[in-house]
């Protein structure tokens, strides 16, 4: 496999993890967080960090990161979880200006505005697809348990959900919490990959893709949120021979997806064993009607 085809591959699997948390906040217990970059930010300079001054090893220093990130989401959480709507939105979008702000300014530590070069690059494509692959068996297994069940509850009716007994600020905290270690880790892997990072890489525009990846891939399914990290982080590339014209090409898809499949590319459509079967069925029952029409002819 060409170095370039990796690096696309490492780029999804990044996002993929990062769309992951952001898919079980937004998509399944009904939180719209703006702040995803904010945890990334976090992520990355942690780790960073930990490999550089204090020379952990690369699985230390990305828990680290992890940690660190989904730690900070506690106290974030206390005041902005029981924000309605719109105001939790915005109170995440500040959140991660603010972060980046901080960054920015404690030059000593973080390099400021220039950022930390020389970061060692210690990302594989083995090690991303491992993490991605695991992080997504864990989300889904999450989703159909009871716990996930309430987390669909409350993003439906919060009022209903508690009035049935369901602890909705304990469950939004709780993938509030998944969500920031998730994010971490995804910025962890990116400094380790990139091998430069710098507050430009996290402002509001890294959040805004990764919403736009998890509507894209459809707000109730796991499965269309991984599909489009892949889809919308190979696509620029695809259209990379449009020169200027790509990043048009860009939006014009994810306009057109948006308009004609509200819902998303897979809605709530999951992949599942019952759901191949099903497609296996259908496929097989459609080839032997086909042949049965021939044999009459």
């Known amino acids: ?34 702040g995803q970059a904010g945890f990334l930010t976090i992520g990355a300079y942690v780790a960073t960090l930990l490999t550089m001054e204090l020379h952990v090893p690369f699985a230390v220093a ?13 106290p974030l959480g ?26 920015e300014n404690l030059e000593k530590i973080t390099g400021g505005s220039r950022g930390i070069p020389g970061i060692p690059t210690k990302t594989s494509l083995p090690i991303v697809l491992v993490l991605a692959v695991v992080a997504s068996i864990c989300i889904r297994f999450y989703v159909v348990s009871r716990h996930g069940r309430n987390c669909v509850a409350i993003r439906e009716d919060e009022t209903a959900a508690q009035a049935i007994g ?11 919490f998944i969500n920031a270690a998730l994010a971490g880790l995804a910025g962890g892997l990116l400094s380790h990959y990139v091998g430069f990072i710098q507050p430009a890489m996290f402002g509001i525009q890294k959040s805004t893709e990764l919403i736009v990846m998890v509507i894209f891939g459809g707000m109730h399914s796991v499965t269309g949120a991984i599909l489009a990290a892949i889809i919308l982080t190979a696509l620029p590339e695809v259209l990379r021979a449009a020169a200027a014209w790509r990043l048009v090409a860009y939006g014009a898809v994810v306009v ?5 499949r509200p819902q998303g590319l897979l809605g709530n459509w999951e992949l599942s064993r019952e759901s191949l079967m099903a497609i296996w069925n259908g496929l097989k029952s459609r080839f032997s009607k086909k042949a049965v029409g021939v044999d009459h002819g």
């Open 1 to 34: 496999m060409s170095p370039y085809l990796q690096g696309i591959l490492i780029l999804a699997g990044i996002n993929v993890l990062a769309v992951l948390g952001l898919s079980l906040l937004t998509g399944f217990t009904g939180s719209f967080c703006f």
């Open 62 to 74: 990305l828990l680290g990161g992890a940690l660190f990130s989904a730690l900070v989401s506690i």
């Open 78 to 103: 206390l005041p902005t979880l029981k924000l309605k709507g719109d105001y939790f939105a915005i109170a995440t979008l500040g959140f991660a200006e603010a972060t980046r702000l901080i960054v």
């Open 166 to 176: 369901i602890n909705t600020f304990r469950y939004k905290q709780i993938s509030f």
């Open 256 to 260: 057109l997806i948006m308009v004609t």
